[in-house]
């Protein structure tokens, strides 16, 4: 994708925060939103315009509202690990809401932060305090591959706070779960947008010895 309107959920995340500045950098028109107002001079400090929103309470026709306009939504919203009624409500049912209002304001392309376990059949017991997690993105996920989005699901192994390796390895090139530096993250959310060949993918990926471009083209991901 080339220069265009990004529209970044979830914006004050530990990931986002990361990415704000690389998109800006790369030549996207950024905007990013954000629950708590007090977070917006961190989020302007990037470069992007922060718009202050709860997603959790923005219906359908309203997050359409918001999207209008743009070319691209990366969801990198979460409950952050809050009560198990939150995560739903935000990391399965304000995500799926989010997706269905691109489709209604023409947004084709979607990237979704999600994390390497998140299937269906993700294995986490009932009684883990991570269970309501993996259930809650694993439907969204489900969901945002049954609709007509340009999309893809990025799902990073143990996200870990280092500097930037600039190399990755996804489970197409053998990767199991492992652990990977957030800055990466952000640098494959970019990357993603810039690559056609990642759509309607979901990409599962760690640290690794291949660079991030090279990892995100046909042939590493076939």
């Not at 080339?2 to 030549?27: C, F, I, Q, T, Y």
């Not at 979901?202 to 991030?212: E, K, L, M």
Request: no cysteine; hydrophobic share 45%.
């Amino acid at each position: 994708m080339d220069e265009s309107r990004v529209l970044v959920m979830g914006g004050h995340g530990k990931v986002a925060l990361l990415a704000l500045p690389l998109l800006v950098e790369a030549g996207h028109e950024v905007t990013a939103v954000l629950r708590n107002p007090e977070h917006a001079a961190d989020v302007a400090e990037t470069g992007a315009k922060p718009l202050v929103a709860d997603v959790e309470q923005l219906g359908v026709e309203e997050l359409a509202t918001l999207f209008a306009g743009h070319d691209a939504i990366v969801w990198s919203a979460g409950a952050g690990g809050g009560s198990p009624s939150r995560t739903y409500a935000v990391d399965r049912d304000a995500a799926i809401r989010s997706m269905d209002a691109a489709a209604r304001a023409g947004v084709r392309r979607y990237v979704m932060v999600s994390y390497f376990g998140s299937q269906i059949d993700h294995g986490v017991p009932t009684e883990s305090s991570f269970f309501p997690y993996a259930e809650a993105k694993a439907a969204a996920d489900a969901h945002l591959a049954t609709t007509d989005l340009d999309w893809t699901v990025l799902a990073p192994s143990r996200l870990l706070d280092e500097p930037p390796t600039g190399r990755i390895e996804t489970a197409s090139q053998g990767a199991t779960a492992g652990s990977v530096s957030r800055a990466d993250v952000a640098a494959v959310v970019v990357h993603v947008l810039a690559e056609p060949a990642t759509i309607g993918r979901t990409i599962r990926f760690n640290t690794g010895a291949t660079p991030i471009p090279d990892a995100l083209t046909e042939s590493d991901l076939a």
